[in-house]
C-alpha cells in the first residue's frame, strides 16, 4: 500500500516512489505501484522520460533519463 508524507517516515525499511516527466513536461505523475511503467501515445519523433527515485516526502534520491526514437509509421502496441 503506497504510504506518503510525515507518517511514512516511520515506516521501515523506508519506502518511496517514482516521479515521471516525460519531454521535459511542466507536470510529471507519480507512481507507487511497483508494476512496470507503461507510457503510450506518443507521436513518432525524439523522446526523453525522467524518472526519479524520491522519498516519501518527495525529496530526490536518485534519477536516469531515457532518451528513445520512435519511428514514422510504427503502430501502437496497447
Known amino acids: 500500500m503506497p504510504v506518503y508524507g510525515r507518517n511514512a517516515l516511520d515506516v521501515t525499511p523506508r519506502i518511496g516512489h517514482i516521479h515521471v516527466t ?17 507510457i503510450t501515445g506518443l507521436p513518432a519523433g525524439p523522446h526523453k522520460v525522467l524518472i526519479e527515485l524520491v ?9 536516469r533519463t531515457v532518451s528513445f526514437v520512435i519511428p514514422e509509421g510504427a503502430k501502437p502496441t496497447y
Open 55 to 63: 522519498d516519501a516526502n518527495h525529496q530526490i534520491l536518485d534519477k
Open 22 to 38: 516525460v519531454d521535459d513536461a511542466a507536470w510529471h505523475w507519480l507512481d507507487a505501484s511497483g508494476e512496470p511503467l507503461t
